[in-house]
């Protein structure tokens, strides 16, 4: 039932007010509990200073706490959006949120290394039941504006990263790792908000009416060949993109506080500067995608970086925080055109296509802060920073990418 759903979305986009109240709330609705999801999941490499300190870690042992909560929604990620995509599930994304609630008082009950990881690969399902369902569910209320639904529901994930350091620099570095407790608030907030959401969803499936269309197997003119090869130019993006991203996310505290002695508090707030720009970065790309095109988008976005991430390990303390904030900008508004060019070229796959992309998000990031744990561990936190910095210039492999145009209604 839910192809037909979301054929009809995406045959019709037109056929109803650009962005009724009803849906807009229904964004809205995503995108806060995107923002409750992504805050807590930040929580995790918000905390490593301190784990750090409390358990003695290396910097490889470190990068495995990623790995692990990485590589958990990076695997059932596609498997979630696959099976949805024939078996729509509406109050699975509050179920998913419910597991979250538990991996977070694990987190903070945690005596112990191993404990950690269990409670972080928790946090890894209840973050991969979350992601597809409600990629689609955003894409239904999207009115016809694709990328702006995207980027609205990505915008709430980014603020809600931005937020996991600096609410952890407050709350959790001056008074301890029970303080996360506090945390199960916000997971409260978003499983009664999903309630909700999945009500509505529930409601749009009940009243679907079944309709004979065409199985949308690609992009009109495109053969299933290029589709796969497109697909795979667009998740070598996603590497570049989301390595980059992994290195920021999990060392750039450790960099500033190795070349500059920033204190741990510090570092975390120039962590939320950069973080905060990602946020602004993704709810520019999506509607600027929607007026000239994602593939011009996924150009500025990823390669339009390479200069200022180049120029970032060599400059003072004040350039170096202004220049995370330009690449965080430029780097974020890539994703929401590269999910939304994906799903063009695959219609009536809203589910696997997000599952994947948000999947290899997850999975190349934590692979990415594992590996570079060790060779952090190997040289040091400066040659990491060099190393990442040359990332953005596989940004050139978007010149394979065919023109789209823009689809029918």
Request: proline share 5%.
């Amino acid at each position: 039932m839910i192809t037909n759903v979301q054929k009809q979305s995406e045959k019709a986009p037109d056929s109803s007010p650009r962005t009724p109240s009803s849906t807009l709330g229904i964004l809205l609705a995503l995108s806060f509990s995107h923002l409750l999801n992504d805050s807590i999941q930040a929580l995790i490499p918000a905390l490593y200073p301190l784990l750090k300190q409390s358990f003695s870690l290396t910097f490889t042992q470190i990068g495995l706490i990623t790995l692990t909560f990485q590589m958990v929604g990076s695997v059932l990620q596609p498997l979630v959006g696959y099976y949805t995509d024939h078996t729509p599930k509406p109050y699975s994304l509050a179920f998913g949120m419910g597991i979250t609630l538990c991996g977070l008082i694990l987190l903070a009950l945690a005596p112990s290394y191993p404990v950690v990881l269990l409670a972080a690969g928790m946090v890894g399902i209840g973050s991969a039941i979350f992601h597809p369902e409600s990629s689609r569910m955003a894409r239904l209320a999207s009115g016809g504006r694709h990328g702006f639904a995207q980027s609205l529901f990505q915008v709430g994930g980014n603020a809600g990263s931005a937020l996991g350091p600096l609410l952890a620099a407050s709350i959790i570095v001056p008074y301890g790792q029970r303080h996360i407790l506090w945390f199960t608030l916000a997971a409260f907030a978003g499983i009664v908000i999903l309630s909700k959401v999945g009500r509505w969803y529930a409601d749009i499936l009940a009243e679907a009416k079944p309709r004979r269309s065409e199985a949308a197997h690609g992009h009109a003119g495109m053969s299933s060949g290029r589709v796969c090869f497109s697909l795979f130019v667009l998740l070598t993006l996603m590497f570049s993109k989301f390595i980059y991203l992994a290195c920021m996310s999990n060392y750039y505290t450790f960099y500033l506080m190795e070349k500059f002695g920033v204190s741990v508090q510090g570092s975390q707030l120039y962590l939320f500067l950069f973080l905060f720009a990602v946020a602004v970065g993704t709810f520019a790309g999506g509607p600027i995608g929607d007026r000239i095109g994602r593939k011009l988008v996924i150009w500025i976005s990823i390669l339009g970086m390479a200069p200022f991430s180049l120029l970032l390990p060599h400059v003072n303390l004040v350039w170096t925080a202004g220049l995370s904030v330009v690449v965080g900008m430029i780097m974020a508004s890539a994703f929401p055109a590269i999910l939304v060019y994906a799903t063009e070229m695959l219609p009536g796959k809203v589910g696997l296509i997000a599952g994947l992309f948000f999947g290899f998000a997850f999975g190349i990031a934590g692979i990415g802060s594992a590996i570079l744990g060790k060779v952090a561990d190997a040289t040091s936190i400066l040659f990491v920073m060099q190393l990442c910095s040359y990332l953005p210039l596989i940004g050139l492999m978007t010149g394979l990418l065919p023109n789209l145009g823009k689809r029918s209604p």
